[in-house]
């Protein structure tokens, strides 16, 4: 599927890939929900990666909220770099290892709900035109969006469906 262009596009792209998500999750039986993955990842469960989507859409709600109100966007994370996001993705694994599925589940859905009315609040020429907000740099907030949403999601489908299949 093509990256989208536009902000129905984006909408529609965002909405589909989490409810597939959603469906796939659902899909699984208990024990694939809180089985380990057989194979070597950063993420080691269902839990895991739900947890790396909401922390991300948390980042993403933030940085637009700053770039918003005129303050400096540390993005992706204080203290970290595009560069060091290794280590900044394994810091947020650990801040859920205690939290449980079903919570994540439902801090993800509410962090969704968010960032998909921001996506439906904008325009194309907000969401697409590079350079629009000067917060973005060379990119658009579209680009940032899409990040967030729709391509995340799918790099999720793709993990747990690598889960599905090797686990049972």
Same mark, same amino acid.
């Given at each position: %599927? ?14 589909? =890939? ?33 947890? $790396? ?5 948390? %980042? %993403?709600?933030?940085? !637009?909220?700053?770039? +918003?109100?005129?303050? *400096? ?6 203290? !970290? ?7 900044? =993705? ?9 939290? *449980? ?7 993800? $859905?509410?962090? $969704? ?26 990119? +658009?907030?579209?680009? !940032? ?20 299949? +090797?686990?049972?």
């Amino acid at each position: %599927m093509p990256r989208p262009t536009t902000a129905a596009a984006l909408s529609e792209a965002s909405q589909r =890939n989490f409810a597939a998500l959603l469906q796939l999750v659902d899909g699984l039986s208990e024990e694939q929900r809180t089985a380990e993955f057989t194979f070597p990842d950063r993420d080691r469960n269902v839990r895991d990666v739900l947890a $790396h989507l909401h922390h991300w859409h948390l %980042m %993403m709600l933030g940085w !637009y909220a700053d770039g +918003s109100a005129g303050r *400096p966007v540390h993005a992706p994370a204080p203290g !970290y770099t595009w560069r060091t996001l290794p280590a900044l =993705n394994a810091e947020i694994r650990a801040q859920y290892q205690d939290v *449980p599925l079903d919570q994540v589940r439902g801090q993800l $859905h509410a962090s $969704h709900d968010q960032l998909q009315a921001l996506i439906d609040a904008q325009h194309d020429p907000e969401l697409f035109e590079k350079k629009h907000y000067a917060w973005t740099g060379s990119t +658009s907030l579209g680009a !940032y969006l899409v990040g967030s949403t729709s391509s995340h999601y799918d790099w999720a489908i793709k993990k747990l469906r690598k889960h599905q299949r +090797s686990a049972f």
